[in-house]
């Protein structure tokens, strides 16, 4: 790294001791660590790369997770000029002691052996906490899964995405009737079905909402008899009138969080902010926490953050995987919207082991945006900067989520 990189790095070595809050992972409470090595490079993007690569075809013909993990590494190595294959060996040096600068199928057993080794000790889970520096990490739950998160760091966030678009499922009704004893026939059962599912989630501390938007989805508001036929219809096995459900309890999770004072976290598809203006508008008491899905619609999104006191700026799902992305759109939201509205840590993790590689990669180019468009130009010091950097990792998950 070049010398006139020094303010950045050291930048970055003091974001890296800044406790952050993941804005929203995937992982289960049941089982939030990784076992094996398999559970890491199974899934994810690297495995989908690895599986552009033809690496399905051999993974066939195996049976052990260990010849398993030997088949990915094979294939990795034509991915060494990826984002995904450097979060993996930053993984590896993270928790495992690896000291290579490049992981082939040479080191698979050896790593294996390591990585099996540590990852059934009793002490791996404090491990994993210690080096991850994570205070909280918001966990997503089913409504009728809102029992024990078994880990105080975890903060409970109600997954909405059965409740708004699945209602057209029998199963989805048949379980929320069973959790609540009300079966949602009409939009005042839905009503109070919905009154049962948020207080049961808010009495086990749960702290905000999160709603990931199907691709094709337009909101728009529907009246209480157009939702009451919707239901009704479904109840019959008719799916026809299941938009203008879903439209109808989005509205109504929406009016829900705001009652019961839970930020939403909304996941948009291909639709981007603008479409939501009306429900934005509705709602003014609302903390909406916004992912966009792509880049296109970047412009957009600072618009309405300018223009809408509830909407808070979270980083889109692609910037995790391409930290040049991660730069550009990092830059543009830090120059365009205050910054008491911006939320840097969002990693989606599957597995604990998942956040820090990617909270670490936005930690970095938070300090590399920090230092090229503020401290070196000199609009603002490096003490400044990593006060910024607090607040942007830390302080206003805290109060928007009132941990």
Not at 77 to 90: R, S
Not at 166 to 185: F, H, I, N, P, Y
Not at 333 to 353: D, I, M, N, P, T
């Amino acid at each position: 790294m070049a010398s006139s990189d020094g303010p950045a790095r050291d930048l970055a070595l003091e974001i890296g001791r800044i406790p952050f809050v993941d804005c929203l992972s995937a992982i289960e409470p049941s089982a939030p660590f990784a076992q094996s090595l398999e559970d890491l490079l199974g899934h994810g993007t690297l495995a989908e790369l690895g599986r552009s690569l033809g690496m399905q075809a051999d993974l066939d013909k195996t049976t052990t997770p260990r010849e398993r993990v030997r088949i990915f590494l094979a294939h990795v190595e034509g991915l060494e000029n990826t984002h995904a294959y450097a979060g993996f060996v930053e993984f590896a040096r993270f928790f495992l002691g690896f000291q290579g600068d490049r992981i082939t199928v040479k080191e698979a057993d050896a790593l294996w052996n390591v990585a099996d080794k540590a990852m059934n000790h009793t002490q791996w889970a404090g491990h994993v906490w210690k080096k991850t520096h994570a205070e909280k990490i918001v966990v997503p739950r089913t409504f009728d899964a809102l029992g024990d998160m078994g880990e105080a760091r975890f903060v409970p966030a109600l997954r909405l995405d059965e409740l708004v678009f699945e209602l057209d499922q029998s199963a989805v009704r048949e379980r929320l009737a069973k959790m609540t004893g009300v079966e949602a026939t009409d939009a005042g059962m839905l009503h109070q079905a919905l009154t049962t599912v948020f207080q049961q989630f808010t009495q086990r501390q749960g702290k905000a909402c999160a709603l990931r938007v199907p691709a094709s989805f337009a909101p728009a508001p529907v009246t209480t008899e157009q939702l009451s036929r919707g239901l009704m219809a479904l109840t019959r096995g008719d799916r026809e009138p299941r938009l203008d459900v879903a439209r109808g309890a989005l509205w109504l999770a929406a009016e829900y969080c705001q009652a019961f004072g839970v930020p939403l976290i909304l996941l948009l598809g291909d639709l981007g902010p603008a479409a939501y203006l009306e429900l934005f508008r509705t709602f003014p008491r609302l903390a909406f926490l916004v992912s966009i899905s792509e880049s296109a619609h970047l412009q957009e999104l600072i618009r309405v953050g300018r223009t809408q006191a509830n909407v808070h700026l979270l980083p889109s799902r692609a910037e995790a995987e391409l930290p040049a992305l991660a730069r550009h759109e990092g830059t543009v939201r830090l120059q365009g919207v205050a910054q008491a509205k911006l939320l840097f840590c969002f990693s989606e993790g599957r597995k604990v082991e998942f956040v820090l590689p990617k909270i670490e990669a936005q930690r970095r180019v938070l300090a590399k945006v920090l230092v090229e468009e503020y401290v070196r130009p000199g609009l603002c010091t490096e003490q400044r900067a990593l006060e910024w950097a607090r607040q942007l990792l830390r302080e206003n998950a805290v109060r928007l989520f009132k941990l």
